[in-house]
């Protein structure tokens, strides 16, 4: 399955921005999905993650909480990251990801995800 992220773009801070998640296989079970950003020369970061059961919980980084809100649209099989109050220190390429269904792998809380997109460009100017 192939992960498709879309939404990025170039903000102002205080700005507000929503990206989008599909998969390319509708048929496509997951156990959860997430957000994971890259700023250029830093380490990988979660962001965000919500379950693709009923349930729909979520997961934030300390960074984004309060800010950021994970949510899904089950008939269409997307996951949206509604991203508020964007500040300069958001910006990075953010990465769609999925967890399989029937895999129940974490690391330190965070969901190991088995699919990743190719990413998608977020800037915020000050």
């Known amino acids: 399955v192939q992960l498709q992220a879309s939404g990025g773009g170039l903000v102002q801070a205080g700005d507000s921005l929503i990206l989008s998640c599909a998969a390319s296989?509708?048929?496509?079970?997951?156990?959860?999905m997430g957000w994971f950003r890259q700023a250029p020369g830093k380490e990988r970061e979660f962001v965000a993650s919500?379950?693709?059961?009923?349930?729909?919980?979520?997961k934030y980084g300390d960074s984004v909480k309060g800010r950021f809100t994970a949510s899904r649209d089950r008939d269409k099989g997307t996951v949206q990251l509604h991203m508020n109050n964007l500040k300069p220190e958001d910006t990075a390429v953010y990465y769609c990801?999925?967890?399989?269904?029937?895999?129940?792998?974490?690391?330190?809380?965070?969901?190991?995800?088995?699919?990743w997109g190719k990413g998608t460009q977020v800037t915020v100017s000050s």
């Open positions: 990801a999925a967890q399989q269904d029937g895999s129940r792998r974490f690391r330190n809380g965070i969901y190991i995800m088995d699919y």
């Open positions: 296989e509708r048929t496509f079970r997951c156990n959860a």
């Open positions: 919500i379950t693709c059961g009923a349930g729909g919980g979520t």
